[in-house]
């Protein structure tokens, strides 16, 4: 019986005289990469944008920037993140702030 040709493999070939996750890690990366067992997680990477801390999961950048790339071609790393959202309490499927609350109260017959 033939078998992967990656070292220390026992699988069965899939293609090209490779296994099946040896095969698809190389259409992926361009490598079998024989050092790392297949399903070992690589470590987490920071991402590579000025001032950035988060993990990175695509081309070195965190999420967000990636698709700032893919969408306006830069990642922007200047701009700021979105401002949190205003404080107040759910009511009928909108955010009520204190300021309608004072003109609800107004607004009511006495």
């Known amino acids: 019986m033939t078998r992967c040709t990656v070292d220390a493999c026992t ?5 090209r005289d490779l296994c099946e996750p040896h095969y698809r890690r190389t259409l992926r990366t361009g490598s079998a990469s024989a050092t790392r067992p297949i399903g070992q997680p690589l470590p987490p990477v920071v991402c590579s944008v000025d001032g950035c801390e988060r993990t990175a999961t695509e081309r070195g950048w965190r999420h967000a920037h990636y698709l700032r790339w893919t ?5 922007q790393e200047d701009q700021a993140r979105r401002p949190p959202p205003p404080t107040g309490t759910v009511h009928r499927a909108r955010l009520r702030t204190q300021d309608d609350e004072k003109v609800h109260q107004s607004s009511r017959p006495i």
């Not at 699988?11 to 293609?15: A, E, L, M």
């Not at 969408?71 to 990642?75: N, P, Q, S």
């Open 71 to 75: 969408r306006l071609g830069e990642v």
């Open 11 to 15: 699988r069965p070939p899939y293609s």
